[in-house]
């Protein structure tokens, strides 16, 4: 990329524009969107697989319709991604392929099971809870497009985050069995919600440049302290304990200390290794290829409606 060019970009996102499709951008700036707007899309998709499993399970009528409702705003989420990354210059069966051949990632968090329904509750609160708090700042992403759609995505996001929470208040003012499941769930997802942020800024391959660009707004460890500072307090009012013995507020840094996840664990997941990775990537392959047939479908008719048009 020219130099002049590079930097009357760079001036333009440091001024606070937003860039647009058809506009000039760097060719790093193009595929660093692409990468983030489509893993971000194939978690929206993959994330539908761990709470699908419990719609034919929930307690009452009223939460399964809850619950489908959430599902159904994730492939909504999705789709609206990918077509936000359609607009600088992939197609959407690039994406796909790049998921289905295991090259593009989705969230780690969605590679861990849902055992219990207690889960559905944890999922909400940290799972859509962390995914807001990233979120919420990529409202401000420079790419127009992306910020937008941001926008429309957070106000779902925060619906599903109170609904998770909600299943947790239920579960933890149950019974003592009850209570029990919203703890053991809380156990499991604490540190895999942890991991959604990436890993520490010292490992973050990515945030600097993208910070730059404005594509990220905050460092993945920024991000992480906040999340804990606002969901420790919702964990106390639940009566449930994070487990994790070093959690201690700090009024110095007016924020908790807090351990660690194990970052072996998170990179292995990446790597393919994690509890259901095979498992999803494995339904994902399976609704493309029983979906041949009607995707064949559609073409053949919307090719003969040209033929028709044209003749
Ligand atoms: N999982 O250099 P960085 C949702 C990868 S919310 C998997 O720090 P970056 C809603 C990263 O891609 C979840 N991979 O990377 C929902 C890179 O590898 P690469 C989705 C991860 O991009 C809720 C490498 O590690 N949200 O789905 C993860 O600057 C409930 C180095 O890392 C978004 O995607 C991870 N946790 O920062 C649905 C938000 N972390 O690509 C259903 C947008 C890092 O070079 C139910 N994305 N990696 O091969 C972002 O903000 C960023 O991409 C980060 C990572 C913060 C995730």
């Known amino acids: 990329d020219d130099p002049g060019m590079l930097a009357a970009f760079q001036a333009r996102i440091d001024r606070g524009d937003k860039i647009e499709p058809k ?20 978690s929206e998709i993959v994330g539908q697989l ?23 705003d994730e492939a909504g989420h999705g789709l609206y991604l990918y077509s936000a990354a359609e607009t600088l ?12 051949s295991g090259r593009a ?16 509750g944890a999922v909400g609160w940290l799972v859509d809870g962390a995914a807001i708090m990233n979120q919420v700042p990529l409202q401000r992403t420079s790419y127009g497009p992306y910020s937008r759609a941001m926008i429309r995505i957070c106000k779902e996001e925060s619906f599903h985050q109170r609904q998770g929470y909600h299943i947790m ?5 149950g019974t003592e069995a009850q209570r029990e499941m919203a703890q053991d769930a809380l156990d499991r997802f604490w540190y895999p919600a942890l991991m959604m942020f990436g890993p520490s800024d010292k490992d973050s391959v990515h945030s600097q440049q993208s910070m730059a660009w404005k594509i990220k707004i905050n460092t993945n460890d920024e991000l992480r302290q906040r999340f804990v500072n606002e969901t420790v307090p919702q964990a106390e009012f639940l009566g449930l304990t994070v487990p994790d013995p070093e959690l201690r507020w700090n009024p110095d840094k007016e924020g908790y200390d807090f351990s ?3 970052w072996d664990e998170f990179f292995e997941v990446l790597k393919g290794n994690g509890p259901c990775n095979r498992e999803r990537l494995g339904a994902r392959v399976r609704a493309w290829e029983d979906g041949a047939w009607f995707r064949e479908g559609l073409t053949a008719y919307a090719d003969k409606a040209a033929q028709r048009r044209a003749g």
Do not use: C
Request: glycine share 4%.
């Open 169 to 173: 208040m239920k579960m933890a003012r």
């Open 50 to 72: 761990p709470e699908g499993n419990w719609i034919t399970r929930a307690p009452t009528l009223q939460r399964k319709a809850i619950l489908l409702a959430k599902v159904q």
């Open 260 to 262: 660690q996840p194990d």
């Open 23 to 42: 506009e000039w951008m760097p060719e790093g700036y193009r595929k660093t969107l692409i990468r983030q707007i489509s893993q971000h899309a194939h």
């Open 105 to 120: 990632k989705y969230s780690s968090i969605f590679n861990y099971p849902t055992l219990t329904w207690a889960d559905m």
């Open 89 to 100: 210059g992939i197609s959407r069966d690039e994406m796909f392929e790049q998921l289905h």
